[in-house]
């Protein structure tokens, strides 16, 4: 059984930057597509990222390009999501999930979303 978890949010200044990472485990995630979604209370979750398998191609939502970088550290099965020049608008609970482009793609072996991390950019 695939499980991931996500850690790494809290909170940063406007401008600041994070870094997440998505922490593998029951599997290898250098098999997988593996995305960063994001959630505000009352909004529909999005994209955010998507690392492909083995990790080649990497897919960036227009409101983070040029800001926010994927990758993987496959010798600590994890994703990361190096986040700079973070922006209030960037608050929200960010979750890792398969993904397809840019969208979530459930697996036989992972179906059901974890509980993300909060990154709260405030000053």
């Known amino acids: 059984q695939l499980q991931l978890a996500e850690s790494g949010g809290g909170l940063v200044q406007p401008g600041g930057s994070l870094r997440l990472s998505c922490k593998g485990s029951g599997g290898s995630l250098e098999y997988y597509a593996i995305g960063w979604f994001r959630q505000t209370p009352g909004k529909e979750r999005e994209a955010v990222s998507c690392?492909?398998?083995?990790?080649?191609?990497?897919l960036y939502a227009d409101f983070v390009k040029g800001r926010f970088a994927i990758s993987r550290g496959d010798a600590e099965n994890t994703v990361y999501l190096q986040m700079n020049t973070l922006k209030p608008g960037g608050t929200a609970v960010y979750y890792c999930?398969?993904?397809?482009?840019?969208?979530?793609?459930?697996?036989?072996?992972?179906?059901?979303w974890g509980s993300g991390t909060l990154v709260n950019v405030s000053s």
């Open positions: 999930f398969p993904c397809e482009g840019l969208a979530p793609h459930p697996l036989p072996d992972l179906k059901s």
């Open positions: 690392i492909s398998s083995p990790g080649g191609l990497r």
